[in-house]
Each structure stands twice: as C-alpha cells, then as structure tokens.
C-alpha cells in the first residue's frame, strides 16, 4: 500500500471554474500535509501546508483536511490556464519516522 | 536569498559509469534532502540529513549510490556504477529543520543513462 495516493488525471476544467484535486494517505498518525505545484520541467514549489482538520484559504486555493477519513484536498477557485500544471500531495509519515513522501501527482489543464 | 543550488543541470553517461551531482542549500538551513524524479511520478527521497548527519537514507540503494554532507553545507550523490533504469531528475531540497518546515527545491540535474 502506498503512502499517499493521487489521482494521476489528467485533470481538464474550463477557466474560471473550481479545480478539486484530491489525495488520500495511509498513516493515520501523520500529522504534516503539503501541497506542491510542479510546472512541466520544473521544480515542486509549495501551495499550501495543512496541519489541522477543516479547511484553509490562502487567495484563489482552498486546502482541505479530513483526518478521520484520511484524505486532503485542494480547491482552486477561478481556475486560469497559468494554473495548469501538476499538483503533488505531500505528507509526514510519523509512523516510519517522520519520512516525508509524495504521491504521483495530478496533472491539471486549465482549458482557456 | 539565494535559492537552491545544483550542478550539473544535464548529464548524459553510459551504463555501468560514474556520475556525481552537486547541491548547495539555502544558507542556514540545517537539513537537506536528495530526491529522485522518475518521468511520470512523484518524487522519492533518497536521504536526509539533519547538519552533517543522516536522518534517513531507507530508501537510498547503497549498493549504488551514496552521499555526503561533510561541512554541513553543500552535499554531493553519487552513483556508482549507474543502470538504465537510474535515468531520471536528482533533485535537492532544503528546508531550515526537519520535515515540517517548507521545502525549497533546487533546479534538479536531469540524468540520461544510455
């Protein structure tokens, strides 16, 4: 089983639209959540972390935490074709240690 | 501030050579991790170090490949003698402590092995 799971897509929206990107993680003690974007022959850069349960607003992007169902996800609102990329899931395994893992990422196009 | 630094950005080696990337981390950030980026998926830590010491290299294949952090600044991986299957993007981070902090990746090197 891998640690964090992503939904590979491609992922298609129009612009303007709300982009939900999702991830699930297997270690129900971990505690760190990180969202990533990565531009085609790029390096990762962070969106947004996430430690506690609910949800958190940083501008057009939304971070979602479920701890109890084991998923954390990613709102972009007013979608715009600078959006399209992929968005990696990032989490702190406490149970190997604190190993920081990511999933496959989710290819996101954001359709002009 | 400067970013993460690493060289080379491309390198191409036959099977069974040797090759050594180069990172340079963020000053005063006191760990750094070496990733490796296959076509099509997600990054995989190799090793960590906290300072000059590792963390955690579980996922790092000794047989192989190897690295240091000997001031506990720049940092060097190597892999010797390179497969096929080891072509990919080597990225370094670096964060100022531990997995908790935000990560700031450096450019990568992008590996052909042929």
């Known amino acids: 089983q891998k640690e964090v799971e992503q939904n590979s897509g491609p992922l298609s929206v129009p612009e303007g639209a709300i982009a939900s990107l999702n991830c699930t993680y297997s270690d129900r003690g971990s505690q760190s959540f990180f969202w990533y974007r990565q531009y085609s022959g790029k390096s990762p850069e962070l969106i947004m972390f996430?430690?506690?349960?609910g949800d958190k607003e940083d501008g057009r992007f939304t971070a979602q935490l479920n701890k109890a169902s084991q998923y954390v996800s990613l709102l972009i609102r007013d979608s715009q074709p600078s959006d399209s990329a992929t968005y990696l899931c990032a989490v702190v395994v406490s149970r190997t240690g604190n190993q920081f893992y990511f999933g496959t990422g989710t290819s996101l196009t954001v359709i002009p | 501030e400067a970013g993460v630094a690493q060289s080379p950005r491309y390198k191409i080696i036959e099977k069974r050579q040797s090759v050594a990337f180069w990172c340079n981390p963020i000053?005063?950030?006191?760990?750094l991790y070496w990733y490796q980026q296959i076509l099509g998926q997600g990054p995989k830590l190799l090793i960590q170090?906290?300072?000059?010491?590792?963390?955690?290299d579980s996922q790092l294949p000794k047989d192989r490949f190897s690295a240091e952090r000997l001031k506990g600044v720049d940092s060097t991986l190597k892999i010797q003698p390179a497969k096929l299957e080891d072509s990919a993007v080597y990225l370094c981070?670096?964060?100022?402590?531990?997995?908790?902090?935000?990560?700031?990746f450096g450019p990568g090197t992008r590996l052909t092995v042929l």
């Open positions: 000053s005063g950030h006191a760990t």
């Open positions: 170090f906290q300072n000059n010491g590792v963390v955690d």
């Open positions: 996430i430690y506690s349960n």
């Open positions: 981070a670096s964060s100022r402590s531990g997995t908790v902090n935000e990560q700031f």
